[in-house]
């Protein structure tokens, strides 16, 4: 299953509802950023990366796309 | 019991033992003995092995945390702050930064975290703490209130408003408190953990090289402040489940002994009541934060909800279970130098820091 594919069917889980890859988290209200540290905690465990340092930002997490390009990122960016 | 967390609990039983009233009476704990315990890893246990510490899983460092409070919840408090600034560090700092400072984490430095202002306690995004950069340096202007731990350490972890000229933001800087501009003035007679060194800090004008602003510079507050409060929510939790069940033992003990109308406390109804409440209250503390430390050491994203949970009921619990422990010892309790009076204080800051009951229950709200 691809991250995008994985993020969505988690999303969904959590909220009740589905999304789409584009779709603003936050804009939308369903989403706090306490939830934001949910998904820091889900990425780190289904995706084995480190969101550490100037990776906290809440555009991160803005959209699913936005959280695959980062995991893509940290993942190359891994010895 | 791994070897390691028998270690540290040994080692808080023989140097704390029951000297906890003497600190929370005289306002300090002994310093040096904070460094030892520091330098011995026991401050901030669940730091890992490859940062210096000693690596226990967040269970084990929740029962670490559970028997330093009931030992001395001033030192339980120190320990809290002293591990939220690592944890900080681990979390939103790079591996650069965790390299460069965790290690001062288990040398026998002391370390504090600084959120709350005059204008923002419950609200951060009040705060009026700036950090900006100036070329290869960050400079802090502020003034932060009632830091724990800042009148013995020698790092505070600050956050404040990111000013970078390009947008919001918020980021925390690592300031050693010796550095020029930083003043520390400590707050007189607190309520309770009287000798966890509560703390005005101002900083005026604070120069520091640029690697001493965390990572994540700029990143949205409520991220890094949920992020870094996360440590220090749990281990409050643990430490109230530590004050229960001091309490517990006190007033089982009291009530087994003293002899009322011709019978033990205990066995009147209602005192018996008192005792099984208290028996609850410690159950019903543990398990919730049994649950959140397991959510942790799993990885899982449940333990957001589950942390600020445990953090809410182990509060509320100790709180009421300190005031039944006072009751059933009666005016043997009821004095400073008593452990359960020191436990009914100690316990109503529990309901105050780290997010209030009232902002707990906001946050399990959302989560409904």
Redesign the interface.
């Known amino acids: 299953m691809n991250i995008s594919t994985g993020l969505l069917e988690f999303l969904a889980s959590?909220t009740k509802r589905t999304w789409e890859p584009d779709e603003d988290l936050f804009a939308s209200g369903v989403v706090?950023?306490?939830?934001?540290?949910?998904?820091?905690?889900?990425l780190?465990?289904a995706y084995g990366v480190e969101v550490?340092?100037?990776?906290?930002?809440?555009e991160n997490f803005r959209t699913v796309n936005a959280m695959e390009k980062m995991v893509l990122e940290l993942q190359a960016a891994t010895p | 019991m791994t070897d390691a967390l028998g270690a540290a609990r040994a080692l808080l039983t023989d140097r704390i033992g029951d000297l906890g009233d003497e600190w929370d009476r005289a306002g300090a704990v002994p310093v040096a003995l904070l460094r030892e315990l520091g330098a011995a890893g026991v401050l901030c246990a669940q730091l890992s092995a490859e940062d210096g510490g000693l690596g226990l899983s967040s269970v084990e460092n929740g029962e670490l945390t559970a028997h330093l409070g009931t030992l001395c919840g001033s030192t339980r408090s120190v320990a809290t702050s002293h591990g939220m600034a690592a944890w900080t560090i681990t979390r939103i700092g790079s591996r650069k930064q965790r390299a460069a400072f965790l290690p001062r984490f288990t040398s026998g430095e002391l370390a504090a975290v600084a959120f709350s202002e005059r204008g923002a306690g419950s609200d951060l995004s009040a705060m009026d703490t700036r950090i900006r950069r100036d070329g290869d340096d960050v400079v802090v202007s502020g003034e932060k209130v009632w830091i724990t731990v800042a009148a013995y350490a020698d790092l505070i972890v600050v956050f404040g408003n990111y000013d970078n000229g390009s947008g919001d933001g918020a980021a925390a800087v690592v300031v050693p408190t010796d550095t020029p501009g930083v003043e520390i003035e400590r707050v007189p007679d607190p309520m309770g953990c009287r000798a966890a060194g509560h703390a005005t800090v101002r900083f005026t004008d604070v120069r520091l090289p640029a690697d001493h602003l965390l990572g994540a510079a700029g990143a949205s507050l409520s991220l890094l402040v949920s992020s870094a409060l996360a440590y220090g929510r749990l281990s409050i939790a643990w430490g109230c489940v530590g004050i229960l069940r001091g309490c517990r033992q006190e007033a089982a003990a009291h009530a087994r002994s003293r002899t009322q109308f011709g019978k033990p406390l205990a066995e009147h109804q209602l005192v018996a009541e008192h005792l099984a409440e208290l028996y609850v209250a410690e159950q019903v503390a543990t398990r919730v934060s049994e649950h959140a430390a397991r959510c942790w050491d799993d990885g899982s994203p449940d333990q957001v909800t589950a942390v600020v949970l445990a953090k809410h009921v182990a509060a509320t619990q100790a709180a009421a279970g300190a005031a039944r422990a006072v009751q059933v010892l009666g005016s043997a309790g009821a004095r400073d130098g008593h452990p359960v009076a020191r436990a009914y204080r100690d316990a109503k800051l529990m309901e105050i820091i780290e997010g209030s009951s009232e902002i707990c229950r906001v946050l399990l709200a959302g989560a409904a």
Do not use: C, D, I, M
């Open positions: 959590r706090s950023s306490l939830f934001a540290l949910e998904l820091v905690v889900h780190e465990k550490e340092g100037e990776y906290l930002s809440l």
